[in-house]
């Protein structure tokens, strides 16, 4: 994916402005060390709105891949199954019983 379409650029632009935007609303960029509880659910609120984009820009990145073709396994037959050393038989035990409800 060597050239990305216009709708993946305008989204990144689109994302970055909107971080900010919150950046520049909450006064990040001067290091506040409380905020006012509305302007931090504001806050909350943008973020969680830019997490949303970027997860749908990167789902649309992900489906413009182009993938290779899969190689089929090759798959372990068992030739033929050893046969029991002399004297020794085969014995399956009755299922424990179950009590019916």
């Keep these: 994916m060597s050239h990305p379409p216009d ?15 919150m950046i520049n609303m909450t006064n990040a ?4 060390l409380t905020l006012r509880r509305s302007l931090k659910q504001k806050a909350m609120g943008r973020l969680k709105q830019f997490e ?6 990167l789902t649309l990145m992900a489906l413009a891949l182009t993938l290779p073709a899969v190689r ?30």
């Design 7 to 21: 709708i993946i650029h305008h989204g990144l632009e689109q994302a970055r402005l909107a971080l900010w935007a």
């Design 29 to 32: 960029h001067l290091r506040p």
């Design 52 to 57: 949303i984009i970027v997860r749908r820009l």
């Design 72 to 101: 089929p396994r090759t798959r372990l037959t068992c030739a033929t199954p050893t046969p029991l050393p002399e004297g020794t038989e085969i014995v399956t035990f009755p299922a424990p019983r179950r009590f019916a409800l």
